[in-house]
């Protein structure tokens, strides 16, 4: 049976959590979560983290399964560094606008255009143009990365612009940016944000620099999602905007429940409107089949993983360097 059949199928009578907890066991598997998915599914897994924490977590478990709830270029990454395991995704069809926006033939085609630049890609892009690249980023990592490349090493920064855009502002370098977008972070409002900050002076806003610069200028705080988590629970403030997908707020209701947080708004004044559609399609149901079925599956061509994983252990590598020590020198151009 397929997945998505056992959605339609009856799930009358069976306790989800419990179901859930008893074939993690069954299966030796890992339930890995971002802090995007719904507090349920962070409430379940056994380790909730960010893009950089979850590769790290994926390539080193050693489980038989990993469960990923996220979205699918994450489960693919925890594929490529843990060829062995079995990874599943809850929901196949949890994409993300980064990686849409940046299909292979036509990232390859900006390569071979420029072709004295080295290709630093966020890690939200599909295995075929990770395997297209030099070294992979995190939005926790890539400042740490760049510090490691000389500064007259051209670089092409995909595909994230505003992410691109606001590490070229921060280490002062000039790279070329692929025009991608998180149509999450997209939709927050710079002026619906300033009449927030009015509301409340004196709240720090901490954002995901997957915004755009607009909403940057106005931010107290600017990191990935383990970032801002980390800066809010260190808060001394009673009120704390936050301008990111709103379920990591589930993790910091739950370390500081005296605390206010409040979603960054979208043009209608709302701040529910930043849900990550994506990351939704992943439900405490879906987990439990794709458990039950071992399905979703994440399955990759060899030659693509290796590529691919190339790639990755540099980022892994440059990640976890001890920096200041001298840099480790340019990885090798591989436009051709
Ligand atoms: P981080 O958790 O690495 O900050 O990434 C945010 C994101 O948008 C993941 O899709
Ligand atoms: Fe992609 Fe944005 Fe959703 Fe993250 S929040 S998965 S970047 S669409």
């Not at 066991?25 to 950089?52: C, K, M, W």
């Not at 977008?181 to 409002?189: G, Q």
């Amino acid at each position: 049976m397929d997945a998505r059949d056992g959605i339609g199928g009856s799930l009358a009578g069976v306790d989800i959590k419990d179901e859930i907890n008893r074939l993690r066991t069954e299966r030796n598997a890992v339930i890995l979560a971002h802090y995007y998915q719904e507090p349920e599914i962070q409430d379940i897994a056994d380790f909730v983290g960010d893009s950089l924490d979850l590769s790290r977590k994926a390539a080193e478990t050693d489980a038989d399964v990993i469960a990923f709830c996220g979205v699918r270029f994450m489960a693919e990454t925890a594929k490529i560094l843990s060829p062995e395991k079995i990874v599943i995704l809850p929901d196949m069809n949890a994409g993300c606008s980064l990686e849409d926006s940046c299909p292979p033939d036509k990232f390859k085609e900006f390569r071979d255009a420029h072709p004295d630049h080295i290709a630093l890609t966020y890690i939200n892009c599909s295995a075929a143009v990770k395997a297209l690249s030099d070294i992979i980023v995190t939005s926790s990592s890539a400042e740490k990365i760049l510090s490691q490349i000389p500064m007259d090493q051209k670089i092409i920064f995909a595909p994230d612009k505003h992410l691109g855009g606001y590490m070229a502002r921060k280490t002062g370098r000039d790279m070329l940016l692929w025009p991608g977008v998180c149509i999450v972070h997209e939709a927050f409002s710079e002026t619906e944000l300033l009449k927030l900050k009015a509301k409340h002076p004196g709240a720090p806003v901490l954002a995901h620099p997957e915004c755009p610069a607009a909403i940057l200028d106005h931010a107290d705080h600017i990191g990935s999602t383990s970032s801002i988590l980390a800066e809010a629970k260190a808060t001394e403030s009673d009120t704390v905007i936050v301008a990111t997908e709103p379920h990591i707020m589930h993790q910091m209701e739950k370390a500081l429940p005296e605390v206010t947080f409040i979603g960054a708004p979208g043009a209608d004044g709302n701040c529910n409107c930043n849900i990550c559609p994506y990351m939704a399609l992943n439900t405490m149901e879906k987990l439990y089949i794709a458990l039950r079925d071992l399905q979703p599956r994440i399955e990759m061509d060899e030659d693509l993983r290796l590529e691919a994983k190339k790639s990755l252990d540099r980022m892994l590598e440059m990640a976890s360097a001890t920096v200041g020590m001298g840099d480790v020198g340019a990885p090798p151009v591989t436009g051709d």
